[in-house]
């Protein structure tokens, strides 16, 4: 399949971090998600699982056998208004082999070499709760009705790490707008796939609540930063990093960036999310990042580039601020 809309957007694909780095499930990485099983069986979070964390990781080289081509290409215009990050894109090798994503595994290395095994062609969207009228819409029909575009994002995982991705997709408003939901819909409640024999990690990691889930305000959702992303480097999304359609707000921490969206739900009422309901304690449901408050167990005050290995600071917001810091007034 071979997509291209003129849009706007910046950087380079070869700028952006490589998508096996940035792939922690939400930003909540292998560590994050070994740390959590081990809480499944204890009940509670242990402080031994910070060793999980990258906090100390090397640079990754971009020397992973990943075929770019296999993916169909997917053109878009670059938005220069989301385009400076004063860092250089990370290397796609890297973005592509270093993920969270534990429907497959735990490990972020071994994630791209499992997540093959989902099927993301056909995919069907279900849209349903407060909206004018329920429906359901296959992922390339609905690509073909939105305006795509390329964005340059930084993406800041809860577990200090961080990568740069040009991104391909449409804002989630567009989305929302077509969707129709009532008045009284305040939140947007998104659901991942549920294939077990598809994806290992949800067929053995029974203690976790599958599927995926996640929620965003309805002025969240609606946010010019919020994006519906069905594509990266200049050709569709590879499966490891959320096929064939996923989320992303770069002004959170990743795990609120879900993954291979199945269902939108208008609600009116705030929805439960994942990490919320695994370890309450640990992870709330805006989840912004705040290098000034820390996780329970580590700083968020720093964070490891993947791509280099350097420590940097965290900017409050992700350095996103002038976009989103009115919504929390």
């Known amino acids: ?73 997917l053109k878009a215009a670059r938005n220069p208004k989301f385009a400076a990050v004063e860092r250089p894109v990370t290397a796609e090798a890297i973005v592509a082999r270093y993920n969270n994503f534990y429907e497959f595994t ?54 200090a790490w961080s990568v740069v991705v040009p991104w391909t997709g449409f804002p989630l408003a567009k989305f929302v707008a077509w969707a129709k939901p009532l008045a009284k819909a305040r939140f947007v409640r998104m659901v991942s796939f549920l294939r077990p024999e598809q994806a290992i990690g949800q067929a053995t990691q029974t203690w976790y609540p599958w599927p995926y889930f996640e929620g965003l305000t309805m002025e969240e959702a609606t946010n010019e930063l919020t994006l519906l992303v069905v594509g990266s480097y200049g050709h569709l999304l590879p499966t490891q990093n959320g096929a064939p359609i996923r989320l992303i707000t770069p002004w959170k921490y990743g795990f609120k960036s879900i993954k291979s969206i199945v269902r939108f739900e208008f609600l009116d009422k705030r929805p439960a999310n994942f990490w919320n309901v695994v370890a309450p304690a640990e992870y709330d449901f805006f989840a912004n990042v705040n290098p000034k408050v820390p ?35």
């Open 106 to 159: 735990t490990d972020k290395e071994k994630v791209w070499t499992l997540a093959d095994r989902l099927t993301v062609r056909p995919w069907e969207i279900e849209i349903n709760g407060l909206v004018e009228k329920p429906s359901k819409i296959d992922v390339d029909a609905l690509i073909r009705q939105m305006p795509l575009e390329e964005r340059v994002y930084r993406l800041r995982c809860v577990e």
């Open 295 to 329: 996780h329970p167990r580590w700083s968020q005050a720093t964070e490891t580039d993947v791509a280099t290995g350097r420590r940097i600071p965290t900017q409050p917001f992700n350095g996103y601020a002038d976009f989103v810091a009115h919504l929390y007034k």
């Open 1 to 73: 399949m071979l997509i291209k809309i003129p849009k706007g957007w910046e950087t380079p694909e070869r700028e952006a971090t490589p998508e096996g780095v940035y792939r922690e499930p939400a930003c909540g990485g292998a560590g994050r998600r070994r740390f959590l099983k081990q809480v499944a069986t204890a009940s509670i979070v242990g402080a031994g699982a910070v060793a999980g964390l990258n906090l100390g990781m090397k640079a990754l080289a971009p020397d992973a056998p990943f075929d770019a081509k296999k993916y169909a290409a």
